[in-house]
């Protein structure tokens, strides 16, 4: 990776240096041109299982060494995560080393069990590189739609005051309570034909009045007062006599009580 020039659109977690993706472009036009001239040697050739080994051999180089290049140079044209170009080195160099077992020992030592040795190693350096490929592409498509809604957030992101806000509240509270206000309906009521029973003009049972000529209230009032009243009754008074002479002395008593009060503050 490229770490002095990296690409204005890589973003996130996912990087990708200038200068690697043209080698990855050289990379994956190379590719294409050894799958090309490894169909037309295998078609001019007519290669099958009877076929000399070199043209065998060159055969696999072209066909298995084309696909190889064509993963790597994608890879590399891609945005990488942190370990992506370590996994496209590995994958490269684990497909190419099992090509050139293969030419090293073909035909002689290939027979079990280094046919299945090399045959693993190859189809795990064209996974690697497949997976690669495919995660960077899932990431670049998550990555892509986060980078949208930010900047869309961004955009229609509003600072608001303490003003503006009491300001939208008001405004708020107001159209609140003019819709209120609209909804808001009376009906009158027709009470026109309403009528009332008996129970609510008449009285239930009978009600008996008695005048007193005794005024309670008039005699006590002038009892308290110390006028002598005369009920006609020996008891009343004698009860009316004893309360009169009851006040009297409570009022003589208080009279000598201010007099002893006086004179204690004339002279202290």
Sequence with gaps: MDKYNIDEDSLGILRRGTSVYYAGSVIFA???VLLIVGVAFIIMSQIHYGSEPGKIILSVIFMGGGASLVLTGTNLMMKQTKYGYYITAAGTILALLALAIFSSIYPQGWYYPTVSYVLAMYIVGILALLGNGFANVVLWIISSKSETATRSSQENYTVHNDESIQR??????????????????????????VRLGKAFNESRGKTTRVKDD?????????????????????????????LREAMENQTAEKGIIEKIKDRFDRYF
């Design 30 to 32: 190379a590719g294409i």
């Design 168 to 193: 939208d509240i008001e405004e708020a509270v107001q159209s609140s309570i003019q819709q209120s206000s609209s909804e808001l309906k009376f009906k009158d009521q027709n009470v026109g034909n």
């Design 214 to 242: 005794m005024n309670e209230a008039d005699k006590l009032k002038r009892t308290t007062s110390g006028n002598k009243v005369k009920s006609g009754s020996s008891e009343v008074d004698k009860i009316s006599s004893q």
